[in-house]
């Protein structure tokens, strides 16, 4: 082969290989979950917020669940209205606040299938007062007259099952349909099992998942694994290759909890409680995996707790963030997404320092 | 006026009337220097646990429970549901199952409850099927009630409420027992009226309950709730309030809240009978915040036996109290009729007083009235307002012998009988002249009773309160060290100081003790074989200020100790100048007491260098530093030095002077002479006044009394320069304080502008001149000055 024509070969090799990929970075949206009821955000929590250029936060604004009287209702709401006010107003930090709705899955195993019109029109006026005429007491609880960015998206958070996934398709579905502005995203949390199984599990009619990377195995488990986050058990769900079917945005666990057993029997879960509170308990006593044993009965933090109780402390390590980080990367779908932390909180960010955060953040450029 | 408006100034007059003395003065915690008062009639006391208000308006004395007061209705319903399941379920089970089980929980989670509880187990044989499916009912209907609307729609009534309607009236049709079928209709009822069907409601009352003859609480409560279908404030509906306040059991406290006094007269006119009359003027009064007295002996007249007497009496008792005693004891304004306090001027407190004296004369009297009739039970009980009547009128011989009878009565409950005994140490205390051991052994007695025996609301609250009360009396009676030691002992606030610390017993100490009354402490510390009232009181634990154990828990914790007695005590002899006797106290105490806060912080430096443009500060150049103990040393040596140094006299009465100056609220080591500081005790915002300490700490006197001696001694005319312009500025410390302890008035203001008045005996003032113009020359001689040579 003549020199000349080796070299335009390989040039085209080159070019070739070049084109095939598309180098151009990411565009990542940093985020964070606030999971709290109450409303208003810390000094240390909204500083964490500029300090790392996060620029969504996804507020939990509702938690629904089933009432055996008076079926599907609200247990507990948060509103958006004041920590708008804090941080796009007072910080000047231009931020935007992503309504969250927790609806248990209980509540679609028993909801009667004509109602469900009925939750997607009472949810929605909880994000949209002026939804309909039935918006005064909405109004109050998401008051969108003095929010100071445009909604741009709704968010549900449901652990659906193929038993219930039917119902609660429909209900993503209504609600869609009520949406007055096509311009709002709805979006879903898809756990590990429905992202592993999206065949059997079905994909929801939404425009976006929001792929959560922990609670990899049951808490009322009593066992050495941690439940939030366990880079093996993790790696299972990411090992088909096949990219998901629908846009993922990915939420990574920055957490930590205590989960109490009785006699061997999950019996509470204590999200204010970190390790470092138990260390210096006199009524503990350090065992292995994380565990500490009740000495003696006391009430501490109003827990209730009695001899030999065991509390397990769960936390993320900053190397457990980084590989759930890591392991997410492979289920990045598109150019566009937000990568999430959860969650956001006095207790939490302390454990994290701003390197390790815009680090994870980095990581997905 | 809506009922929540009516419940509102209800609730404001009362608290008007009876608000608990924690009054702020300033920024920090909530309690004024004038809180303690113990003789308060306690509403408790005449054991009608379920009128809430009156509880609330005493809110301190029940630990600030607003809910202190109980519905009796909860424990009948138990007791009843006990009956019914024939006592063999556990009560407590049966609570568990009624008020702390939601009503969603009762249903999702009645197969574990079965295993757990005798009374869900009791409820799901199949005998008991009515019984359980009545308690489904009525959970159901807990739901709806509890949470009407959930989305908050505007969606009333609940969708499911005719279904629960047909629910309930199949099971009434269905059932034979009557138990089950009084509770039906009761729900029955409760369902048409949340379903906005008043009518209907009412006629299941009429025809279904009030027909049934019972004691259960249920009819009590389904009479009440047909109020509701009535507008306030009419007769028709404070007519049902007043049957249902007189049954008792139920909602009293919302009958008397929905009560509108203001109309009483006309619900009058629906009375079939005296009593009747009888409980709508009891319910116009309990609402009364005036003068009540005249409609009580109405009352009496017409039913001497009539039960709420008593509790009305007190309610007279407790205004009286307030009108007469509060705002001497407190920071109160005086008694206002008709809350005007627009007109009000001094000469209205001096008559309303007067006025309220004779009211006590005549309450007393109407009370003696009714003891010697000897128609009532709780002769006890009246004994022991008779008794407080008459000491408030000083009748201590009366009070005495209404405490005797008080103590004669037969059917006293155990409150009433610990309240005799509380009444009878503090009048024994009033008369006595001195604080005796008798006292001392009555007061321990109290003390140590059991809580039960005492049987009163919260017995740390009355014993807190009492030895607050006995320690100011007993320091009243000239027994100072006994009661600072005891008032160590509650744990109410005496007072509170500038800074927003509450104050503890050394700072009492610093304010009232002598050195006779260190010695007597110290003494009684030593002592080996104490009485039980001494060792209670020299006990190293002292009581926290609840504010303060409430916020900073143990790390609040002032305890009794004989170091800082002693250095209390050095303070004092160095206040008063005996420097010798102060010695011999520091020599007592540890070194190491001197490197712990805050002594380590406040008492620092060279105390004899001194630069009065930054006097709290201590530089590093200072070369020495000295701890209080060291201080006083080196001030001793000085003194002695001045006698035998003739010569250097002028220094070393200069270097005293600022000893005394750094000692004062300007100097770094003001430690030495008082145990807190405060940037606003120079300002209009305090409250200082002249004496003797205070001439000392904010007047320089002492440092002053120095410079002078310096600058008479001086032949370097540096140094007199620089005593006189200290002189001065002593001088003007002097003139400022003495301006704010008298609050001259505003148009003084250049108070401190005066020209230096020793510059006449300074002579040639080139020196001070240049001095007081650059700060560095005032600096260098203060340097110069202010080391020692010796």
């Given amino acids: 082969m003549p020199v000349c024509r080796q070299s335009l070969f390989k040039f085209l090799a080159v070019l070739l290989i070049l084109t095939s990929c598309d180098t151009t970075p990411n565009n990542v949206t940093r985020a964070y979950y606030y999971w709290r009821s109450d409303s208003f955000l810390t000094f240390a929590e909204r500083a964490v917020l500029k300090a790392n250029q996060v620029k969504k936060l996804y507020r939990k604004i509702l938690d629904v669940d089933w009432n055996d009287i008076q079926g599907a209702i609200p247990v507990a709401s948060g509103r958006i209205a004041s920590i708008d006010n804090d941080l796009n107003q007072y910080d000047s930090f231009g931020i935007n606040i992503i309504p969250v709705i927790f609806i248990t899955n209980k509540t679609f195993q028993r909801i009667d299938s004509a109602d469900i019109p009925v939750l997607a029109s009472r949810i929605l006026r909880r994000c949209l007062p002026k939804l309909d005429s039935i918006d005064a007491n909405g109004k109050h609880y998401y008051d969108y007259n003095d929010r100071n960015s445009p909604l741009t998206e709704i968010q549900f958070d449901c652990d659906w099952t193929v038993a219930t996934a039917k119902k609660y398709f429909y209900f993503l579905q209504t609600v869609h349909s009520l949406l007055p502005d096509k311009k709002v995203n709805l979006s879903v949390t898809i756990r590990l099992h429905q992202y592993k199984y999206p065949g059997k599990t079905g994909i929801p009619p939404v425009d976006r998942g929001m792929l959560m990377v922990y609670n990899i195995s049951n808490i009322k488990e009593h066992s050495p694994v941690n439940s939030i986050f366990d880079y093996d058990k993790a790696k299972a769900y990411f090992s088909s290759g096949k990219k998901y079917p629908l846009p993922l945005d990915i939420a990574l666990p920055a957490f930590s909890w205590c989960l109490i057993f009785r006699k061997g029997q999950f019996y509470q879960i204590d999200n204010g409680l970190a390790r470092n509170n138990l260390d210096s308990c006199s009524f503990l006593q350090a065992s292995k995996n994380g565990f500490y044993k009740v000495i003696r009965d006391t009430v501490y933090r109003e827990l209730f707790l009695r001899l030999g109780d065991e509390i397990k402390a769960e936390t993320i390590s900053d190397k457990q963030l980084q590989q759930a980080a890591s392991l997410a990367q492979t289920a990045v779908n598109t150019k566009e997404f937000s990568i999430s932390l959860f969650e956001l909180s006095e207790n939490e960010i302390k454990n994290y320092n701003h390197e390790t955060i815009d680090a994870v953040y980095r990581s997905f450029r | ?790």
């Fill in chain 2, 1 to 790: 006026m809506k009922p929540l408006t009516r419940s509102i100034v209800l609730f404001g007059s009362l608290l008007f009337v009876f608000l608990p003395k924690k009054i702020t003065r300033a920024c920090g915690f909530g309690i004024g220097s004038g809180e303690y008062r113990f003789w308060l009639l306690q509403p408790d006391i005449v054991n009608e646990p379920d009128l809430t208000p009156f509880f609330f308006s005493a809110g301190y004395l029940y630990n600030g429970d607003q809910n202190a007061a109980r519905e009796p209705s909860d424990k009948q319903n138990i007791l009843e549901w006990y009956n019914a399941a024939n006592r063999t379920v556990l009560k407590n089970e049966i609570d568990t199952i009624l008020n702390y089980t939601s009503p969603s929980n009762f249903i999702s989670d009645l197969g574990i409850l079965k295993d757990r509880n005798t009374f869900c187990k009791w409820l799901l044989r199949p005998e008991n099927k009515e019984f359980y499916s009545y308690m489904v009912i009525s959970k159901k209907i807990e739901q709806i009630a509890a949470n009407p609307d959930p989305w908050e729609e505007g969606s009333e009534p609940d969708k499911n409420i005719p279904q629960l309607i047909q629910e309930a009236n199949l099971l009434y049709r269905g059932c034979k027992n009557r138990f089950i079928r009084l509770r039906v209709a009761f729900q029955l009822e409760r369902l048409y009226f949340l379903n906005n069907e008043g009518g209907k409601a009412c006629n299941i009352y009429d025809s279904l309950i009030a027909p049934i003859k019972t004691n259960s609480w249920i009819k009590t409560a389904a009479l009440y709730k047909t109020a509701n279908r009535l507008p306030m404030a009419t007769k028709q509906h404070d007519y049902i309030l007043s049957k249902v306040f007189d049954k008792g059991g139920y909602h009293r406290t919302a009958c008397l809240v929905k009560f509108n006094s203001a109309t009483y007269k006309e619900t009058l006119s629906l009375a079939k009978n005296l009593h009747e009359r009888n409980v709508i003027t009891a319910m116009a009064l309990f609402n009364y915040s005036g003068r009540s007295l005249n409609e009580i002996e109405k009352i009496y007249l017409n039913e001497p036996k009539y039960k709420e007497i008593a509790f009305l009496l007190l309610r007279e008792i407790n205004k009286l109290e307030d009108w007469l005693v509060t705002n001497k004891v407190t920071e109160f304004a005086p008694a206002v009729y008709n809350n005007d306090r627009s007109h009000f001027k001094d000469y209205d407190a001096v008559v309303n007083y007067k006025n309220d004296k004779v009211y006590g004369e005549q309450l007393y009297s109407f009370l003696q009235k009714i003891i010697i009739d000897g128609q009532r039970k709780d002769l006890g009980l009246l004994n022991i307002y008779a008794a407080y009547l008459a000491t408030l009128q000083k009748n201590n011989a009366a009070a005495a012998t209404h405490l005797f009878a008080a103590k004669k009565a037969r059917h006293t409950p155990a409150n009433v009988k610990t309240q005799i005994k509380i009444s009878s140490f503090l009048l024994h205390l009033q008369v006595a002249k001195k604080f005796t051991p008798r006292l001392e052994k009555e007061l321990m007695q109290i003390l140590h009773t059991h809580d039960s025996v005492l049987s009163i609301y919260d017995p740390t609250i009355m014993r807190n309160q009492l030895v607050l009360y006995t320690a100011r009396k007993a320091m009243e009676k000239g027994e100072i060290a006994r009661g600072i030691l005891l008032l160590g002992k509650t744990n109410r606030a005496w007072g509170q100081l500038p800074i927003g610390n509450i104050k503890n017993i050394y700072q009492e100490l610093e304010e009232k003790a002598s050195s006779k009354d260190f010695n007597d402490i110290i003494a009684l510390i030593d002592k080996k074989h104490k009485t039980e009232f001494e060792n209670f009181i020299t006990g190293k634990e002292l009581g926290a200020p609840e504010y303060y154990s409430y916020y900073f828990g143990e790390n609040y914790a002032v305890r009794l100790d004989k170091d800082k007695l002693l250095d209390c005590k050095a303070t004092y002899y160095i206040k008063k100048d005996c420097l010798d006797s102060a010695i011999q106290i520091l020599s007592l105490l540890p070194d190491s007491l001197w490197r712990q806060e805050p002594y380590v912080s406040c008492i620092a430096g060279n105390p004899f260098y001194l630069n009065v443009y930054c006097a709290h500060k201590v530089d590093a150049e200072e070369g020495m530093s000295c701890n209080k103990k060291e201080i006083v040393e080196e001030m001793l040596l000085l003194q002695r030095k001045i006698e035998e140094e003739p010569s250097k006299a002028a220094e070393y009465n200069y270097q005293l002077a600022n000893a005394w100056y750094n000692m004062t609220y300007f100097g770094k080591n003001w430690l030495m002479m008082k145990q807190w500081w405060s940037v606003t005790e120079t300002s209009s915002y305090s409250d200082t006044k002249q004496t003797a300490f205070n001439d000392l700490y904010f007047g320089c006197n002492q440092a002053k009394k120095y410079y002078l001696k310096a600058m008479d001694a001086a032949t370097d005319k540096r140094l007199q320069a620089l005593c006189c312009f200290m002189a001065g500025k002593c001088d003007e410390n002097y003139r400022s304080y003495i301006w704010y302890a008298q609050q001259e008035g505003w148009d003084k203001k250049d108070f401190h502008k005066g020209k230096n008045p020793y510059l006449k005996q300074l002579g040639d003032d080139t020196y001070y001149k240049e001095m007081v113009g650059e700060c560095e020359l005032y600096e260098s001689y203060s340097r110069k000055y202010g080391a020692l040579t010796y």
